[in-house]
């Protein structure tokens, strides 16, 4: 029977984290881009207490991530699309298996080369055993606690555009026979105009067993007020204890609102890395992360350019491989 996947709190081997390699799709945000990301993996390699770093490249700017990483990270070229690994890459389960499931752009908006090659490869390379399974499911749509629950949301788990036709049940068996969940707790909508039609990674994610945080905005004039809300009367009516943490709130790109979370932190073996986007409650939500990890060392970065150009952060960006 297959075990869950750890907790992400769980101590890790290494962590895979994507470089930003193409200038046709990163424009003007490729430069700030890489070195936000440098900076995130530094923070996650803590000096060398923390965990092995390998910053995966394509081959066009492999020579600039060595000499922006070395010597904290260790550089792997492969061809990829983009540097969403989370979603691109194996979960591994309680028994160091990589499982990895059909991806397809978030629902064919961003299909790109390399994507769907990048996950076995990286994997093999670390010699872990590999198991394929025939239905699309991305690393961000779900978050657990290590115990066999785990969150996901209905607007993306039973969006159309991934697995025509699939019922929550549906889902439920493919991820219990799967990754040995075995509790559900389904929000509704993710944030707004979150392309990936609302990974949970974004709006909830376990900081404990059975305890959950969700931001909380400051007033109504925060896109996801509402969405922040009712995901956490859903979770607190499943019995989970809920942590608010203050959100962002509005952030603008030309104009749009851009989808802005706190919840989109890593948590490394000495460090959390939170997201940051130059708000009054950036140092607010570091805070309140210290507190619910208070061994280890919560650190705020900037991430404005990773998000600005693919809608994501440092979550996004990596792929824990666990002890």
């Known amino acids: 029977m297959t075990k869950p996947p ?30 936000e990301v440098t900076a995130f993996a530094r923070t996650v390699h803590a000096g060398g207490r923390g965990e092995r770093v390998l910053l995966v490249a394509a081959d066009e700017e492999a020579a600039i991530a060595a000499q922006l990483a070395a010597p904290f990270a260790e550089v792997i070229v492969y061809p990829f699309g983009d540097i969403w690994l989370r979603d691109t890459t194996a979960i591994i389960d309680g028994d160091g298996t ?19 090659t990048i996950g076995t490869w990286l994997a093999e390379a670390c010699d872990r055993p590999v198991v394929h399974h025939d239905w699309v499911l991305e690393g961000g749509a779900i978050d657990g606690d290590g115990t066999g629950l785990v969150v996901l949301t209905e607007q993306c788990l039973l969006n159309p555009n991934r697995n025509p036709g699939a019922t929550r049940d549906d889902i439920e068996a493919r991820l219990a026979a799967n990754l040995g969940f075995n509790r559900f707790l389904w929000l509704g909508e993710g944030l707004m105009n979150d392309h990936t039609d609302g990974h949970v990674d974004n709006l909830a994610r376990f900081v ?19 969405v922040y809300n009712l995901a956490a009367q859903r979770a607190q009516g499943f019995g989970v204890e809920v942590a608010r943490v203050p959100s962002p709130g509005l952030v603008l790109r030309n104009g749009q609102a851009i989808p802005a979370s706190c919840m989109n932190f890593y948590i490394g ?15 607010l939500a570091v ?7 208070p061994d280890r060392t919560v650190v705020g970065l900037p991430a404005n350019h990773v998000l600005s150009n693919g809608g994501g952060s440092f979550h996004c960006i990596s792929q824990q491989i666990p002890a």
């Open 6 to 35: 750890p907790a992400e709190w769980a101590r890790h081997e290494a962590v895979w984290i994507g470089f930003p390699s193409h200038q046709g799709l990163w424009l003007n945000d490729l430069a700030p881009a890489r070195n």
């Open 98 to 116: 990589g499982h990895i499931f059909r991806f397809n752009g978030w629902g064919q908006k961003y299909v790109m080369p390399g994507d769907e």
């Open 208 to 226: 404990g067993v059975n305890r959950l945080a969700i931001p909380v905005s400051a007033d109504s004039c925060d896109p996801n007020y509402r």
């Open 269 to 283: 073996n000495v460090a959390v890395v939170v997201p940051m986007y130059g708000t009054p409650n950036d140092d």
């Open 287 to 293: 805070q309140m992360f210290q507190l619910l990890f």
